[in-house]
């Protein structure tokens, strides 16, 4: 498969690895490949999301 292919792997093993509980570090790519942006991309959808301020303090 073509980069394509393995960006979605990526992003699907990143997911995964997320649902899974696994530390962000866990991640098996190297700090300058384009899979690693991928995978934590993936990884960062399955996480909960901090509500935004509403200003009403």
Known sequence: ??????II???VAGRQAG???D???ACP???TSLLR?????GYT???PRDPAPDGDD
């Open 19 to 21: 649902r899974n509980g």
């Open 45 to 47: 959808e399955t996480k």
């Open 29 to 31: 790519y190297p700090a």
């Open 23 to 25: 530390p962000v570090t």
């Open 37 to 41: 942006t991928a995978w934590i991309k």
């Open 9 to 11: 792997r990526a992003v």
């Open 1 to 6: 498969m073509g980069a394509r292919g393995d």
